[in-house]
């Protein structure tokens, strides 16, 4: 009890020492919990992202190879697979497969993929693997459907007016994986299990807004009317899907791109679940062996992908505010403890006195412990609330940060134009990267707290060390001649 109070006497004696020394330790803390809850929201912001581009739960992402442009002097829409429109003196014309008809003034509708199939057989050898919970196929696709103006290629100025949205397969048993898994549902309802023949979609909200879709309406795929049973709210900044349908109706109306044929028993992106963190690598390892060629991703690798201001301000959160903490907190630190023993040495007659009445050194050395770390706990509260004020300013003034994700959805299709020189190509709808903006939200955490108290708290025992080791070195005898 005397401890407390003789404490708490000394700390009111020397106030303003105590508040500068309190302040020092606050501010070094505060900026600490300041920039733990930036990096916090950025690493939030990424998988928000991540999320909504792969859906919740998904740990290892494996997806086919990436087709090959095609081969020097190949006749697009030849007999081995592809379509093209060619202009010709005589109109435009569509050829598929060597096969070729009238185009002027139809609407052309062609489902393209991004990456080259896998077998649906692998998806359940993935999942057998040790350490993976769950794996689920999908297929991943592009919908490209160009209008052909009337008399495009005889003197008609009018261009063929392109219109694209991407299409996901969705295995309807395995509904909680894949990009599907981190929408909410806004009307309707999701897949079920009977609906994996049916000529059904679950539509994004914001394709749907842009389009006038609802539950009930229809979207044509390839020609296949498909009704839409559900509208589905994808988090903020995704970059998700605009339609989803069952899988095994995308596999019968797709196309290989490489073959022509249909896609039913593929698929070209496979989402796994592992069990825990720590199993992320080996499953990775495991997956590659298992399925040479294809890409096999992780969050991590994915979130190295993503570039814009969310990257550059992951990079700044990570390396120049913890350099930037780190610095201050040593010299908020090294402050505290100049100040103590400063205040050491003035108190040399007080701990002559004290000695004189039969205080032994540990136990003086055990008082200014216990003041230091007195203001070490004010210092910690002082910072969490400063840290608390700085992430509700960066939250309020931080602008949103925009985050660029390699392109999802199909290949691309030709469009060949005939002239005097010669048959001249083009590319009309293919792979193109996705940015979104995405808000900063810093958050400060229970654990950010707890780290906010320890380096407080160090900081004043640090500080009290010093002044220990000073008061240890004293001579009784030199501190007994101070005193009046």
Known sequence: MFFLTYLGRELRRRMRQAIFVALGLALGVGLVVTV????????????????????VGTDVTVTGATPGPPKAGSQPG?????????????????CTNGKCENAAGQTIDMLGTQYLPVSESKVAKVAKLHDVTAAAGGLMLQDNTVTIPKNFGQGSSQAPQPNSFTVDGVDTGHTTLGPLSAGTLTSGHSFTAADSDADVAVVDSGYAKSNSLKVGSTITIKGVTFTVIGIVSQPQGSSAPDVYI????????????????????????????VASDGDIAPVQHEISKLLPGTTVTTASSLASEITGSVANAATLANDLGKWLSILVLIAAFAVASLLTMAAVTRRVREFGTLKALGWRSRRIMAQVLGES???????????V???FGGSAIIKKVAPALTATIPGQGGGPFQ??????????????????????????????????????VVLAVAGGLLAGSFGSWRIARMRPADALSRVA
Do not use: E
């Not at 109306?253 to 593929?266: E, M, Q, R, V, Y």
């Not at 005939?418 to 009309?428: A, D, L």
């Open 36 to 55: 733990a809850a930036a990096s916090a929201g950025v690493k939030k912001a990424q998988n928000d992202v991540l999320t909504a581009l792969y859906g």
């Open 78 to 94: 030849a007999s081995g697979g592809g379509t093209s429109i060619q202009v010709t003196p005589n109109g435009a014309q569509i």
């Open 246 to 273: 069952p899988l095994a109706r995308a596999q019968a109306i797709a196309t290989n791109p490489g073959t022509g044929k249909s896609l039913t028993g593929d698929v070209n992106t496979i989402y796994v679940a």
């Open 373 to 383: 770390v007195a203001m070490g706990i004010v210092g910690a509260a002082i910072g």
């Open 385 to 387: 609330g400063v840290g």
């Open 415 to 452: 469009q060949t134009a005939t002239s005097g020189g010669g048959p001249v190509s083009r590319t009309i709808g293919g792979t193109t990267s996705h940015t979104v903006s995405v808000l900063l939200s810093p958050s400060v955490t229970t654990g950010v707290i707890v780290l906010a």
